[in-house]
């Protein structure tokens, strides 16, 4: 069974520079979530969609990060513009329906220089 | 507002010793909790998990305690292998929150041969 997957592996970019995140879940999987983990910390949930609903964006710093899951399977995270403070490891997890085990992506490393 | 804490940034223990790795939590309301596993360019992965109705749970070399008046849990690896060395990630949620998963900073295990 396929893991989940993530691009790009690396990304660095300038301040006020635009990039965005791919993650496609493990088939079958109704719930995707996206993490922010800055060094020294542990993961912090960004949104969670379940199919393609969005079901807790509380943490999503709206005015520059949007998500979007638009079929029920792949999604992308998207940060315009970016700032110093995004540079992070980006994860992207999904699960059966939500309760079960989160399986994790290998994540994005984002450097905004 | 750290709800999940890991105390200890590092560990360091002698291969075939126990290791424990310690997690405090203030929200009254997380009623399962989890451990995770990370090496480096990986994403976490599941390692074992406790709901609140248990305080001991088992499989294989990996032990978790949940200590519910004192908010406490601990994960205790016998005897620990060179492998295990890698960070160790606590996660905490409450019930009818949608799997939401609350993480810990981290300690990072080294196990030496």
Not at chain 1, 5 to 16: D, H
Not at chain 2, 73 to 96: M, N, R, T, W
Not at chain 2, 98 to 105: E, R, S
């Amino acid at each position: 069974e396929a893991g989940v997957a993530q691009s790009p592996r690396y990304k660095i970019i300038e301040k006020r520079q635009s990039v965005a995140f791919w993650c496609n879940p493990i088939s079958g999987h109704a719930t995707l979530y996206w993490y922010q983990q800055i060094l020294g910390q542990g993961p912090k949930l960004l949104i969670q969609f379940q199919n393609n609903g969005v079901v807790d964006d509380s943490q999503l710093p709206k005015d520059r990060f949007s998500a979007e899951r638009l079929k029920g399977v792949d999604s992308t995270l998207k940060i315009q513009p970016a700032k110093l403070e995004d540079s992070a490891v980006y994860l992207c997890a999904s699960s059966l329906s939500g309760q079960e085990t989160q399986y994790f992506g290998p994540g994005t490393r984002l450097l905004v220089l | 507002d750290q709800q999940v804490k890991q105390n200890s940034p590092s560990l360091s223990v002698q291969e075939g010793r126990i290791s424990i790795l310690n997690c405090d939590y203030t929200n009254s309301m997380f009623d399962y909790f989890l451990w995770y596993k990370k090496y480096p360019a990986e994403g976490p992965t599941f390692l074992i998990s406790i709901s609140s109705i248990k305080d001991k749970n088992e499989d294989g070399r990996f032990t978790v305690f949940l200590n519910k008046s004192a908010k406490h849990l601990s994960l205790h690896i016998v005897p620990s292998q060179p492998g295990d060395s890698a960070v160790y990630f606590c996660a905490a949620s409450a019930s009818g929150n949608t799997g939401k998963l609350i993480f810990g900073q981290g300690t990072t295990l080294q196990v030496k041969p």
